[in-house]
């Protein structure tokens, strides 16, 4: 059948039509408007396709038309070829034209508002808090405790034992670390359960630490929470499973050292003014008092040190119970799988959502977490669904195929970026833990008295090198010395620490902060010849002592909270492949224990070893040394894009998927 004559009068028309448009976009193009160049309309869009009505003899053209593609009159069944002209004519629209992008404008650090899944991220956080609240909790009043197994025990061996209890935590987790990481990486593990694990591992930890009456029973229970808990690489790794891009990276992940902070303002507090209760509230808890009796309360006279345990155990339980009512699980093998704790916590948020809004005919809107959550048990990814919401497009965006999951073998984990990576991460992780292990056991000590010298030679300090003692603050005064580093770091964070890292970059950052710890612990020994406003043994006190202490603390707290967001980052991104993540940062975290193992009790050894010689600074100095080295291997870092080894075919799977999202 032929067209009818006025088939080709509406056909011409149509390529009149579009040879205008096609010229007056040409124009503006050779204009430099549309920012489009000339070259690309060479050739004319032809006419769309013609189609034959069943119903009548004369031919109509398809509504249904597409500015994205080349079509030419043909007859119906045959199917038009797509043009490189056409999807170039796509990108620019009467009506819209095309936003021209600046590739010189720089784009500023988002801020906390900025920072997408909060809620997740909320519940990993106070998971995080739970555990340095716990661990600074414990060090303000462990020399003391120590002192009660056994009061006859020098300063000195106390020292010794403080360090091996810091070490026998940290030493277990070197073990178990990787297993745990492993074990979340699995299908049948998982992040989330071996987040609780930890959670409830560190929970009987702290109960059977405060009921301990003598060393052996507190470093047995110290290793068993060490043991069970593999956290700090878990709950890295969920981050960078939740906050995928890099421009939210340093936000993301300065949370968790913004929890140590958080802790240390906290904890000491806590346990400096809970610990043994009877002495320090008499009237409270002691004989003929409140709630003490004739005799006080038994079982704080018995167990000195037991309720601020029991205080931090409550913080762990509470933080396990957010996580299975409230967290998500981050592995890719089984996000979409039924996660009965997240419904009995939507359970419980609707009931007490209906007690406390009774209203009657009227809707309320739905909010983007409890959308997420009805996703997720649906079997939709929440953690995509910015990225599925609708747009005003003609086209339809097809998702790829889900794929088999390749797995990186465990042999070809070790790159040359995650070796000076982790070396870093080690001399970084050493130090670290030498210094608050040290450093609570320094602010103990009793202070240097020339009536009663210890030891008994060594009776006048000579500068620059040979002078001992610490500065002899109860519980009370170490947990206020230590709220003094948590209120430095947590502002400095909330404040310095975004702006200078958008700025410096995450490499640079880290090296320059790693040269404020060899000042920091070149001059901390010094601080036990501070002139003070008190005479020995009562505590050092006074304007000069608390000053020079908050300058010390205010050089490590500075150097810290640069040094350990980006030391986080740089672990998360020397990853040879996705697959290994979780891997990586439970390496991570294995070296970070044996260094913290190491470095407690070899600091401890050696911090006695000076007190008996009368060179208390000998220890400091020696990590000073250790931080310096750390500075140099910082050399050799650099940081990774998370996916430096293809495995077989997956190059070639993105590009189809590529294709099919097109």
Known sequence: MRPSPSLDANVSRVKDDTVTKTTNKARKAQDGGDGIRLSDFAKPTPAPQQRLSDDDASPTISGNYNEGEKTQLVGPGVTPRPSSIGRRLSLVDDEDPPVQISPSKKIGPVSWRELPHKGQLAILTLARLSEPLTQTSLQAYMFYQLKSFDPSLPDSAIASQAGILQGSFTAAQFFTAILWGRAADSEWGGRKKVLLVGLFGTCLSCVGFGFSRSFLQAAIFRTMGGALNGNVGVMRTMISEIIKEKKYQSRAFILLPMCFNIGVIIGPVLGGLLADPVESYPRVFGGNSVFGGKSGVWWMKHWPYALPNLLSAFFLFSAA????????????????????????????????????????????AVNDQDFD????????????????????????????????????????????????????????????????????????????????????????????????????????????????LGLIGITLQLLVYPTVNSRLGTLRSYRWSLLGFPLCYCLAPYLAIIPSSSSPPAQASGPLVWTALAAVLFIQVVARTFALPANI?????????????????????????????????????????????????????????????????????????GH???????????????EVVR
Request: proline share 7%; aromatic share 12%; with cysteine.
């Open 373 to 484: 959550s009805t996703a997720r048990s649906s079997g939709v990814e929440s953690y995509d669904l910015e990225d599925r919401t609708p747009q005003s497009s003609p086209t339809t965006t097809i998702s790829p195929l889900p794929r088999q999951k390749r797995k990186l073998p465990f042999r070809r984990i070790w790159t040359r970026n995650v070796l000076f990576t982790l070396l870093s991460h080690a001399t970084l992780a050493f130090h670290l833990g030498t210094f608050h292990s040290l450093w609570y056991i320094f602010l103990s000590t009793p202070r240097f008295n020339p009536s009663h010298p210890i030891p008994a030679t060594h009776t006048s300090q000579h500068l620059p090198f040979s002078f001992t003692g610490g500065l002899g603050m109860p519980p009370r005064s170490v947990g206020f010395a230590m709220a003094v």
């Open 321 to 364: 119970a957010g996580v299975i009512f409230g967290l998500e699980e981050t592995l890719d093998t089984l996000r979409d799988k039924p996660d009965l704790g997240l419904r009995i916590g939507r359970s419980i948020a609707n009931f007490f959502r209906r007690l406390f809004h009774r209203k009657t005919h009227q809707y309320t």
């Open 644 to 658: 430096e080894i293809w495995l077989e075919g997956e190059k070639e799977e993105e590009e189809e998927d590529e």
């Open 569 to 641: 980052i740089l672990i998360n991104n020397c990853s040879p492949h996705p697959s290994v993540l979780g891997t990586i940062h439970s390496i991570g975290q294995s070296v970070s224990c044996a260094s913290r193992t190491v470095g407690p009790v070899l600091g401890g050894w050696l911090y006695g070893f000076g007190l008996r010689k009368g060179v208390v600074g000998g220890v400091w100095w020696g990590i000073a040394g250790v931080a310096g080295l750390g500075w140099v291997a910082s050399g050799w870092v650099y940081e990774g894009s």
